[in-house]
């Protein structure tokens, strides 16, 4: 401060510090593109809103901050992006997940294949990485566009609806039975339902899945069934952590033609009267 009270007083000239005209270019991510590996993955909690993961490692040896992960696959019309507000970095050696909602399903005999676009801090810049190379390990989208294309044309065929639980008494201890109606839809192809799986909660009486002769033939008119089951599990963690026990798989034909297995979920309110059943039944 005294040096320049010295130099105005002298006469001399001020200076400030020079200011671009211009803000300097955004820095470049020290990761490289092959520093980032990218696969799918579904958790169980995601599976019936057809939502998946984008897991983004970083195996290089600075952090990487992604705000986006877009995945396109032959499986889906869209391309699906992450919300950018679940944006986050990725340090190294660690990998982290970037939910996309999957656009209408592909159906057809081609091959499944995915990359990836990934938007990802570059200074005051964002950056875009990719195409990249998605890899698929547990085989996800081909399950999903299986099970979409499946029920695309099960669907059409049946519309099929739980109604409700009820419960008896037996000398073997309180059992459920569920009840599904199965309707036939109009002008749709015919179709029969072969069996109905049980769940990690729901044990089918007398074997590992339904078979209602009922419904053996194809669907002509509304047909009412029982599905009664006991607990599979008596384990409080398997109700707390439930995500799939109360979707039941059925298997079914249509004109003929075997499907892939169905799910069909008992609905909210559904849902809850069995994870009751489930505690009542195991005296918790």
């Known amino acids: 401060m005294v040096v320049v009270v010295l130099l105005v007083a002298c006469g001399g000239p001020t200076r400030s510090p020079a ?3 211009t803000p300097p270019a955004a820095t470049a991510p020290s990761t490289e593109v092959t520093d980032l590996a990218v696969e799918v993955r579904q958790g169980r909690a995601s599976w019936a809103d057809r939502v998946v993961q984008v897991r983004v490692r970083n195996e290089g040896a600075a952090p990487v901050t992604v705000r986006t992960a877009a995945l396109t696959t032959t499986t889906t019309t869209t391309t699906a992006v992450s919300d950018p507000e679940r944006g986050r970095p990725v340090p190294p050696g660690r990998s982290r997940d970037f939910s996309v909602a999957l656009g209408a399903p592909v159906c ?13 801090d570059a200074g005051d810049a964002v950056e875009t990485i990719g195409p990249l190379a998605v890899t698929d390990p547990q085989g996800h ?3 999903i566009r299986s099970e979409d294309c499946a029920a695309a044309t099960v669907l059409a065929g049946v519309d099929l609806r739980v109604d409700g639980l009820t419960t008896q008494d037996t000398p073997d ?3 459920g039975v569920l009840r599904l109606t199965a309707s036939p839809v109009p002008g749709g192809p015919a179709v029969t339902i072969t069996s109905i799986d049980g769940t990690i909660l729901m044990a089918p009486l ?3 899945a339904w078979a209602p002769p009922e419904l053996a033939a194809p669907v002509t008119a509304p047909t009412t069934v029982d599905l009664p089951f006991r607990p599979n599990r008596c384990d409080p963690h398997a109700v707390a952590e439930d995500k799939r026990g109360t979707f039941l798989g059925v298997h079914a034909t249509v004109d003929g033609v075997p499907q892939h297995v169905v799910h069909v979920g008992t609905g909210e309110g559904v849902t809850g009267q069995v994870h009751d059943y489930v505690a009542a039944a195991c005296g918790w």
Do not use: I, M, Q
């Open 141 to 143: 989208l081909t399950r």
């Open 206 to 208: 007398g074997g590992a």
């Open 19 to 21: 200011v671009p005209s």
């Open 173 to 175: 201890g309180l059992l």
């Open 108 to 120: 057809g005999a081609a091959d499944v294949t995915a990359e990836a676009v990934l938007e990802v």
